[in-house]
């Protein structure tokens, strides 16, 4: 049985005092909700610098903390860039590892997604790896095809074990902030066929055990019928996740 899994995915938004209020005002709504046991997970993930401020105000919840990047290296000449070692200091449990911004906009590769996932099992984070196809892929009918050599780049080498912790997150591009979510049938399919090459490449433990977040405009309203597919496990939200009340209705959905 896996448990759910809403992830909110702040991007760059929100300095560390809005962050704090974004944060409280979650804390209240999801307070009769009980993430910490037999409810989804619940997790958010602020801007580095708005990170430290939310870890303290969720210190007592149940609410989880994570970040957006993660650099391979422990240290080193590598501008803007943080190690795990950050962000275990901010302190960040979890990472999102690249996600389609990261991969349109600052040149991310399933080689370096796959070198980030490594270093974030080395510092004992928990990672949500992103993949997903360009609406140019999804007409020329390429999806699956897409999906396989994001989901081989990206887990290539990992062990049984070290899958226990990873997460993947399907995210069609097309969807991604675009209010253009893919049907429940659409994305059910996508998430199916992810299982199965899981299947392919770490076996059935791995594979039934390997929670599959959607991701890709949903919100209030689409979230219950995305949740209630079979192998849909949660989500990554953006632009909803900017709005405890939207935020805490996903949560809502999951259980
Ligand atoms: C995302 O950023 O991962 C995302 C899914 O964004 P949105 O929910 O805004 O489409």
């Known amino acids: 049985m896996r448990r759910n899994l809403i992830a909110g995915n702040w991007k760059m938004n929100k300095t560390a005092a809005e962050g704090v209020a974004l944060a409280r005002e979650l804390k209240d709504k999801l307070s009769g909700q009980c993430c910490c046991c037999n409810g989804p997970q619940v997790l ?18 149940c609410i989880l903390v994570g970040a957006q990047n993660i650099h391979w290296a422990d240290n080193g000449a590598f501008t803007g860039e943080l190690s795990g070692a ?23 590769t399933d080689e370096t997604v796959n070198k980030r996932t490594k ?21 020329a009918n390429q999806t699956n095809a897409v999906l396989e050599k994001q989901v081989r780049g990206a887990l290539a080498g990992f062990t049984v074990a070290e899958m226990a912790t990873v997460v993947v997150a399907y995210e069609p ?12 049938e659409q994305a059910q399919e996508a998430h199916a066929f992810i299982r199965s090459l899981l299947v392919t490449l770490f076996g059935t433990d791995v594979a039934g055990a390997t929670r599959i977040l959607y991701g890709g405009s949903m919100n209030a309203q689409n979230a219950a019928g995305l949740l209630a597919q079979p192998d849909i496990d949660g989500g990554l939200i953006g632009g909803a996740a900017l709005k405890a009340a939207d935020f805490a209705t996903i949560v809502a959905a999951a259980k």
């Not at 950050?86 to 991310?108: A, N, T």
């Not at 080395?122 to 999804?138: D, N, Q, T, W, Y």
Request: hydrophobic fraction near 45%; charge should be negative; aromatic fraction near 6%.
């Open 86 to 108: 950050m962000l275990k200091d901010l302190p960040v449990g979890w990472v999102i590892i690249g996600h389609s911004e990261r991969r349109q906009y600052f040149g991310e």
């Open 173 to 184: 591009v097309w969807a991604i902030g675009t209010g253009k979510v893919a049907s429940n």
């Open 44 to 61: 958010v993930c602020p801007p580095f610098t708005t990170a430290a401020a939310v870890a303290a105000e969720l210190k007592d919840s």
């Open 119 to 139: 270093a974030a099992l080395k510092h004992g984070l928990h990672p949500i790896v992103c993949i997903g196809e360009l609406l140019a892929e999804r007409e």
